[in-house]
């Protein structure tokens, strides 16, 4: 057998994407558990935006919530390790108080961003691309100075959610214990993630609610003949949603490293759009595409901590770091730019709505 790998590998072009494949499997529980854990905030971003959109409302300020939402509940920790202390963890996810008070204020911050986002886009009626815009660089400007202030007492924060340990035995059943540990081995923010995408899958499509929630989004004014209160579907989803984005930005400051920085979002709301976009406005969609651009920084990850060795290790080290750190971005360009055309969003999608008088 080994043999026949060598004589692979000696193949001038077919051997290094010989090579290639055999490195992934070689590293596939290493890279799969990061494709899941950078996934997790892409997922809950295009989530909120599937919600807003089939609805009809195009929420572009995800980025805006998602960094307002993450410094807040790291703010909340310091300020609840502060009065309370640090505290015993449990013994599951390593919960204490202060992380449930951060995560329940980072839950909060995003409805009210997202409320008030509703107001700008269904109550006020200005143009929803400049609304997501103003909040956007609102909540970039505001949380960079607000950090730049605490920053410098060098505050004691209420840590990270510890992630659950997959047992051996199950982590090792052949062919599925690395997918089983690549989704189980997560914080609770993160397997919380994968079960509201299959349960917003099946409300989506298999609800009353879900059922609304679409024909706001494609026919506002049948649905309102039918007696659809579309106004407040509108307002109802798109607070509802913030707190979907809000745990994505929750899950940067307190499952992944436990702090917050200025820009910690990274442009994570606006690749969830693009998963969104990708995935056809719907969650399992969405979720596919995310994975799909988080595989491209696992495989980054996994190149700079264990290169491949042979011809691939010599090609792949002549390809400058800044080509696997932007390769992410490239990747949603061009599967964006190649779904130009066919993926169609709901037909109401970001035009305001405004009920008919009575007389």
């Not at 026949?4 to 590293?27: C, E, K, T």
């Not at 499952?255 to 606006?270: H, S």
């Not at 800044?322 to 360009?333: H, K, S, V």
């Amino acid at each position: 057998m080994s043999g026949v790998v060598q004589s692979l590998d000696a193949l001038p072009l077919l051997g290094l994407v010989f090579q290639f494949f055999g490195y992934v499997i070689a590293n596939l529980t290493f890279m799969s558990h990061t494709t899941v854990a950078v996934a997790i905030p892409i997922t809950l971003a295009a989530l909120c935006g599937v919600m807003c959109e089939r609805s009809g409302v195009v929420n572009i300020g995800l980025e805006g919530i998602m960094l307002v939402s993450a410094f807040v509940g790291w703010i909340a920790g310091v300020v609840a390790v502060g009065i309370l202390g640090e505290g015993t963890p449990l013994p599951f996810f390593g919960v204490t108080l202060p992380l449930i008070i951060g995560l329940v204020a980072a839950i909060l911050a995003g409805m009210l961003i997202s409320l008030l986002y509703a107001w700008l886009a269904i109550s006020a009626r200005i143009d929803q691309i400049i609304g997501g815009t103003i909040i956007n660089i609102g909540a970039a400007g505001i949380t960079g100075y607000m950090y730049s202030l605490v920053s410098g007492l060098s505050p004691v924060g209420a840590g990270s959610f510890a992630q659950y340990r997959v047992p051996t035995e199950v982590a090792g059943i052949p062919i599925v214990g690395w997918l089983i540990n690549a989704i189980l081995s997560q914080g609770p923010i993160g397997i919380t993630t994968v079960i509201i995408v299959v349960i917003l899958q099946i409300m989506l499509f298999r609800s009353r609610w879900g059922l609304r929630t679409r024909a706001a989004g494609e026919h506002p004014r049948a649905a309102e003949t039918v007696g659809i209160n579309v106004i407040w579907l509108r307002y109802r989803n798109v607070v509802a949603s913030g707190a979907l984005a809000a745990l994505g930005g929750a899950w940067l400051s307190m499952e992944q490293t436990g702090r917050f920085d200025a820009g910690i979002t990274g442009g994570r709301g606006f690749i969830g759009l693009a998963a969104m976009i990708v995935g056809r406005w719907t969650p399992l969609g969405a979720f596919g595409a995310a994975l799909l651009f988080a595989s491209a920084t696992a495989l980054s990850t996994s190149l700079t901590i264990a290169p491949p060795t042979g011809d691939l290790g010599s090609l792949m080290g002549h390809v400058p770091g800044e080509f696997w750190e932007a390769l992410p971005y490239i990747i949603t360009i061009v599967v964006l730019a190649g779904l130009i055309g066919h993926s169609i969003a709901p037909a109401a999608d970001g035009q305001p709505y405004e009920r008919e008088s009575a007389s």
